[in-house]
């Protein structure tokens, strides 16, 4: 099975070994456990700079680095997603009002390994379109999930993503994607969250990668803001993501970043 350990695929996709998977849950199980610790500090009247720093200082108790702090520049150790921003929000001194969703996602290295998951939390209570928005971008993520197994395509993933957010009347952005991680950040191939069954790249043993599918409850357009970060629905929709770092497996996948509280859903924080 792992005759190509060690090895790159003809799209660039790293073959990751089997001793590698343990190195990899580590690193996700610290995300995970960051993303469980930090819900009750989500409520009304709490700044995103706040939750930041507390994420910056629970990176530091775990003795991990945050990977996304001097990334291209960027300075925070999360990014959180208010509303309509579809990823990438900066952090900063805006207060969290009632009602409010918001995508919190965290990359940590430890020991060389990148950890990259996010969640969706609310501040206060949980509207009904919100919460079906948010229900169906978890499934969707899932779904995709599912369709890892060797032999399988990306394309697969992406199929099962798209056509089951379309039909429950939803959009999936297409302009930004998951991504193959290990111990980098980004690296081939670019996981598409919409795609046609049996295309793209065949799926090995020993993959690593994220699947993080960001669902609008409009149209699936973004706009990236002049601070050359922050992405928007054009339609200021509501827009929703969830994200889990995975490696294939010889009969399916290792979710790397699965809550250690069981704490996915905003309101079970
Ligand atoms: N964690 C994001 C991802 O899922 C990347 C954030 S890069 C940053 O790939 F610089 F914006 F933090
Ligand atoms: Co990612
Ligand atoms: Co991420």
Redesign the pocket.
Known sequence: MYDKKGTVTREGIRIHEPADFAGMLKAGQVAAQILDDIAPHVFPGQTTGEIDRLIEEMVNTHGAKS??IG??G?Q?A??ISVNHVV??GIPGDKLLKNGDILNI???VIVDGWFG?T?RMYVAGELGRKAERLIQVTHDALMLGIEAVKPGNTFGDIGYAIQSYVEAQRMSVVRDFC??GLGRV??APPNVLHYGRPGREAVLEEGMFF?I?PMVNLGRPETKVLADE?TAVTRDKSLSAQF?HSVGVTSDGCEIFTLSPGGKFHPTWG
């Open positions: 990977a996304t990334y291209r960027y925070h999360s990014c990823c990438h996602d965290v990359t990259d996010s998951g991504h950040f980004h994220t993080e970060w994200e």
